[in-house]
């Protein structure tokens, strides 16, 4: 499809806190509520909507919501503000200038992406070229106080209909919970993922979890070190999916080159926006590896971009993307993301995010806002 050309007039960055309805525990710490950047770009009478995918604290990465806010409003947006913008690509690369910070570039692409596609009435899936009308999806469930209360999550999760379970887990809450898990269900669609909690000296500990059929490990070891996934790979049967190590194609490409994942999860923030979200999809789709859509607990905006995402053709494994009520008890948009069938959700087929952003529970929700531009 053919990018109209855009004139970004005024940007709007604005904090929002969503609370969990149930709190989200991984190797890296306890998340009680969604605290987001949302940022509306806006132009030729029109607005688009991007959410920045960094957290309070730089934890999962060395983003956080107060770094994202200095480099949105001090280098980024005044970069893309009075410009026309003729391709897709040009966003990134009038951004390039600045080192880093995927997640705060991503949030103004996103929301110029949605800008562009509300001004073709098209949808944000037609825009990519997604083939897909609905995805499968999982469900990640996190770490809980007990065993038993981690066994009632994973049984919501199978009666709901999610068509895969993802467990995070942690030295210390691995091998008991998945066996546990597993025992429970047999058939399950069942993966694990430790957020880098572990290093290459628990090799022998983590081919013990070779035993419970799993899709996937992702991200066992340090966000740096494809050398020691690579050589853990060796050493256990389950295949191995990275999460924190892609940034980018570069990584991707060598990440499959020297065979230290055979799966690449994709998050358009943690890669610094859709084009390069694409670029990965496309390394790995040449490489013969499959990719799935990443999670970060998103606003239902965010979470309208995964799905546009997702439906590009090598997304072949059900993605981190559950319904709106899994995460929030009023989600921004309207109306909610729910599953479509059992284990999947339809792509919105309606302009931009094909979902109506619902502006009194944003204001509810805002901490701070800023406006820059005329
Ligand atoms: O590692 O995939 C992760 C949430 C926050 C930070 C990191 C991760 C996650 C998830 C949640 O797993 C996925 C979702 O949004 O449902
Ligand atoms: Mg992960």
């Not at 509306?40 to 770094?67: K, M, V």
């Not at 997702?310 to 309207?334: K, Q, T, V």
Request: charge should be negative.
């Amino acid at each position: 499809m053919n990018w109209p050309a855009i004139a970004v007039e005024r940007v709007e960055l604005r904090e929002v806190r969503l609370t969990l309805v149930h709190p989200f525990e991984t190797s890296f710490g306890r998340i009680e509520s969604r605290q987001a950047i949302l940022v509306t770009a806006a132009g030729d009478g029109l607005e688009g909507f991007g959410e920045c995918t960094a957290q309070p604290a730089p934890i999962y990465s060395y983003e956080s919501n107060s770094t994202a806010w200095h480099v949105l409003e001090e280098f980024l947006v005044p970069a893309l503000l009075g410009r026309t913008i003729r391709s897709p690509e040009e966003i990134g690369a009038r951004l390039a200038f600045v080192r880093g910070h995927p997640m705060a570039k991503s949030a103004i692409e996103a929301a110029i992406h949605d800008l562009a596609a509300r001004r073709l009435a098209v949808s944000l899936s037609a825009l990519l070229g997604g083939t897909r009308t609905q995805v499968p999806v999982g469900i990640s469930l996190g770490i809980e106080p007990t065993i038993e209360a981690l066994v009632a999550q994973v049984e919501r999760a199978v009666l709901r209909g999610y068509a895969r379970v993802k467990l995070k887990i942690k030295p210390g809450w691995d091998v008991e919970p998945l066996r546990v898990v597993r025992e429970a269900f047999p058939d399950l669609r069942l993966t694990a993922d430790a957020n880098a909690a572990y290093s290459l000296s628990d090799a022998e500990h983590l081919a013990r979890l070779d035993a419970f059929g799993l899709e996937m490990i992702e991200q066992p070891l340090d966000h740096e070190d494809l050398f020691d996934h690579a050589a853990l790979a060796e050493k256990i049967r389950t295949p191995l999916c990275l999460d924190e190590s892609i940034t980018g194609p570069e990584t991707a490409r060598h990440a499959l080159r020297l065979g230290a994942c055979r799966i690449i999860n994709i998050k358009m923030g943690r890669v610094g926006g859709l084009v390069r979200a694409r670029a990965v999809h496309d390394v790995a789709e040449s490489a013969g590896a499959p990719v799935w859509c990443g999670g970060m607990l998103e606003t239902g905006i965010g979470r309208c971009h995964n799905l546009a995402l997702a439906s590009l053709p090598n997304f072949r494994l059900p993605a981190d993307l559950s319904e709106s009520r899994r995460y929030f008890a009023e989600d921004i948009i309207h109306p909610p993301v729910t599953l479509s069938d059992p284990g999947m959700i339809g792509v919105p087929s309606g302009p931009g995010l094909g979902h109506a952003v619902l502006m009194d529970r944003v204001e509810k929700a805002t901490l701070r806002t800023a406006g820059i531009g005329p």
